[in-house]
Nanobody, 121 residues
Framework: QVQLVESGGGLVQPGGSLRLSCAAAGSIRGVNDMAWFRQAPGKQREYVGRVTRDGVTNYADSVNGRYTISRHNNNYTMFLQMNTLKLEDTAVYYC???????????????WGQGTQVTVSS
């Protein structure tokens, strides 16, 4: 069984910073692309950014220049450093990863349970 667990959410003032973590655990053979999504109240889940196994990153226009994604391949952990946070960044942030389980032959996407980020004064 494989799990993705996010942590690091919380309440922060506008202009502040927050760092999220996502850890993949379980019977894992390999982890390919890892990504962050978010869902604000009343809105659809949207793409935030991703990092490949080789460390190549890509970001949504709304967060480019403010957010930074990184990962540690040795323990299947991904991070999201969020700076200069805005009110509109308030959302539940979800981790997504393409994972190959031990004994498997195909990668499948897995989702974390989400962590709440609230930007408020």
């Amino acid at each position: 069984q494989v799990q993705l667990v996010e942590s690091g959410g919380g309440l922060v003032q506008p202009g502040g910073s927050l760092r999220l973590s996502c850890a993949a655990a379980g019977s894992i053979r390999g982890v390919n692309d890892m990504a962050w999504f978010r869902q604000a109240p009343g809105k659809q889940r949207e793409y935030v950014g991703r990092v490949t196994r080789d460390g190549v990153t890509n970001y949504a226009d709304s967060v480019n220049g403010r957010y930074t994604i990184s990962r540690h391949n040795n323990n299947y952990t991904m991070f999201l450093q969020m700076n200069t946070l805005k009110l509109e960044d308030t959302a539940v942030y979800y981790c997504n990863a393409k994972i190959l389980v031990r004994g498997g032959i195909m990668e499948f996407p897995y989702w974390g349970q989400g962590t709440q980020v609230t930007v408020s004064s």
